[in-house]
């Protein structure tokens, strides 16, 4: 049984920092990211990571987040500094990522979620 649960969101000024941490346990897969969406907006992958420590970022968060996993404490987290207006959103933590081809296309889906954690910049 796989639970991620996130922490660590709040409000915040422009500029200022926060940390994200997710803990995942039940779970040793290769992938996991950090999501975030706004009321209106897609869902946006923010960062993720893999197993060999590969990570990828989205550009408007470029040179700003940093994701990080201590696998010997299964935490995930994403360290947010100089933060903006546009980064509010419910953050979100996801994991087990796998590519699905259809007629309609193909897309990353991803199996476990956490719950969320709100992030607001004023």
């Known amino acids: 049984h796989v639970q991620l649960v996130e922490s660590g969101g709040g409000s915040v000024q422009a500029g200022g920092s926060l940390r994200l941490s997710c803990v995942a346990s039940?779970?040793?897969?290769?992938?996991m990211g950090w999501f975030r969406q706004d009321s209106g907006k897609e869902r946006e992958e923010v960062a993720s990571i893999l197993s060999d420590g590969t990570t990828t970022y989205a550009d408007s968060v470029k040179g700003r987040f940093t994701i990080s996993q201590d696998n010997d404490k299964n935490v995930l987290s994403l360290q947010m500094n100089d933060l903006k207006v546009e980064d509010t959103a419910m953050y979100y933590c996801?994991?087990?990522?796998?590519?699905?081809?259809?007629?309609?296309?193909?897309?990353?889906?991803?199996?476990?979620w956490g719950q969320g954690t709100q992030v607001t910049v004023s």
């Open positions: 996801a994991a087990e990522r796998s590519f699905v081809v259809g007629r309609w296309g193909s897309k990353y889906e991803y199996r476990y």
């Open positions: 039940g779970y040793s897969g290769n992938y």
